[in-house]
């Protein structure tokens, strides 16, 4: 199995998050989900969704 890193986060509550990562805080959940994929696209990762109203950008 492969592993990656976590590059950024992207949420709506960020109070659900801690770490060394950069964290974008969206105004809503279009924004957030525009966010994370422009900025996987740039970084040429993936977006997993931890469903608490976050986003995690990956790279593998």
Known sequence: MSKG???AAVTIAPDNIQG????IIAK??????????HIANVL???VHDLGN????IVQH
């Open 5 to 7: 890193s976590i590059v």
């Open 20 to 23: 060394d990562v950069p964290i």
């Open 28 to 37: 809503d959940e279009d924004d957030r989900e525009k966010l994370a994929g």
């Open 44 to 46: 040429q990762s993936t």
């Open 53 to 56: 109203g976050t986003y995690i």
